[in-house]
């Protein structure tokens, strides 16, 4: 699509630069693919040189411009402090959920899936699943952090004030040393997701669900440990009313529906297994 109205390209990763009119540019793969007939500038924060992933004891920190190439790789070249980060087997996989060519992986960005907010996004499954916590720069210099979960509210719809930039993701090494379960779904092999269920035991038993691609939003629940499949199915229904289920083309929200309780069950059953499997080892 043409994007005709553009005056500037200013490289910067400065938020008190921001103006009305104004588009952070990161991968642009879907700012370019819609187009915009109001946009005046976009700031490009590619040459911001943030260290796309940092992996610390505490945890893994992902730059907001870590592409999706780069984020597949690091799930096979791991640092010493990553070696019981089971969760990250979770990268690959919700990487391939992008369904995109190499072309896409190499330019697309975590931080422009998060901020894109579709339901589909893989990035919002990943790092919400994982209890990710957003990092928002502001134009008042200040700065703010909040769950991946708080950050998405909608079919492309997020909670940041205009101006603000996203500048990374941090993933807590609790929830990357849990035990993990995903499951994905579609209409066509090669279709967006329509669901994308991920749930964890944590070390210390706390069973996490969150579900995505199915909502307009994350939606997670936990439990203290691996529930029962009536207490699962009970807390579906009471976390998910039918209208924040999404509906377009690639599924009816009765679809995502039941396909949200089935996989999510089919997530609760193989967690319990595997949490029964480490009891008897101890």
Same mark, same amino acid.
């Given at each position: 699509?043409?994007?005709n109205?553009?005056?500037?390209?200013?490289?910067?990763?400065?938020p008190?630069?921001?103006r009305p009119?104004d588009?952070?540019?990161?991968?642009g793969?879907v700012?370019?693919?819609?187009?915009?007939?109001?946009?005046?500038r976009?700031?490009?924060?590619t040459?911001?040189?943030?260290?796309?992933?940092?992996?610390?004891?505490?945890?893994?920190?992902?730059?907001?411009?870590?592409?999706?190439a780069?984020l597949?790789?690091?799930?096979?070249?791991?640092p010493a402090a990553?070696?019981?980060?089971?969760?990250?087997?979770?990268?690959?996989?919700?990487c391939?959920a992008?369904v995109?060519s190499?072309?896409?992986w190499?330019?697309s960005?975590?931080?422009?899936?998060l901020?894109?907010?579709?339901?589909a996004? !893989?990035?919002?499954? +990943?790092? =919400?699943?994982?209890d990710? @916590?957003? &990092?928002v %720069? #502001?134009?008042? $210099?200040?700065?703010?952090?909040l769950?991946?979960?708080?950050?998405?509210t909608?079919?492309?719809?997020?909670?940041?004030?205009?101006?603000?930039?996203?500048?990374?993701v941090?993933? !807590?090494a609790?929830a +990357?040393r =849990?035990?993990?379960?995903? @499951?994905? &779904?579609s %209409? #066509?092999?090669? $279709?967006?997701?329509?669901?994308?269920?991920i749930?964890?035991?944590?070390?210390?038993?706390?069973?996490i669900?969150?579900?995505?691609?199915?909502?307009v939003r994350?939606v997670?629940?936990r439990?203290g440990?691996?529930?029962?499949?009536?207490?699962? @199915?009970?807390?579906?229904?009471a976390?998910?009313?039918?209208?924040?289920?999404?509906?377009?083309?690639?599924?009816l929200?009765?679809?995502?529906?039941?396909m949200?309780e089935?996989l999510?069950?089919?997530?609760?059953?193989?967690?319990?297994e595997?949490?029964?499997?480490?009891?008897a080892?101890?």
């Open positions: 699509m043409d994007i109205t553009i005056t500037d390209l200013v490289p910067t990763s400065d008190a630069h921001w009119g588009a952070w540019l990161g991968g793969t700012l370019f693919s819609y187009g915009s007939q109001s946009l005046q976009l700031l490009d924060i040459r911001a040189g943030w260290k796309p992933l940092s992996a610390t004891d505490g945890g893994l920190e992902i730059a907001a411009t870590c592409t999706v780069e597949y790789a690091f799930a096979g070249d791991l990553a070696a019981d980060w089971t969760a990250l087997e979770l990268l690959r996989p919700c391939d992008f995109a190499f072309k896409i190499n330019v960005t975590v931080g422009g899936n901020c894109t907010a579709l339901p996004g !893989p990035m919002t499954s +990943l790092t =919400a699943a994982l990710g @916590r957003a &990092l %720069l #502001s134009p008042d $210099g200040t700065q703010r952090t769950p991946v979960t708080e950050l998405v909608g079919d492309g719809q997020t909670s940041l004030a205009p101006g603000e930039l996203l500048r990374s941090s993933l !807590p609790h +990357l =849990a035990r993990t379960a995903m @499951r994905r &779904l %209409l #066509s092999n090669l $279709g967006r997701s329509g669901v994308l269920v749930g964890r035991v944590d070390p210390g038993g706390d069973f669900l969150t579900v995505t691609a199915s909502t994350p997670q629940l439990f440990s691996v529930p029962g499949p009536g207490e699962l @199915r009970g807390a579906l229904d976390a998910i009313p039918f209208a924040l289920y999404h509906d377009d083309v690639h599924g929200p009765q679809w995502r529906q039941y949200t089935r999510s069950e089919e997530i609760r059953a193989e967690l319990a595997a949490s029964q499997e480490m009891k080892a101890q």
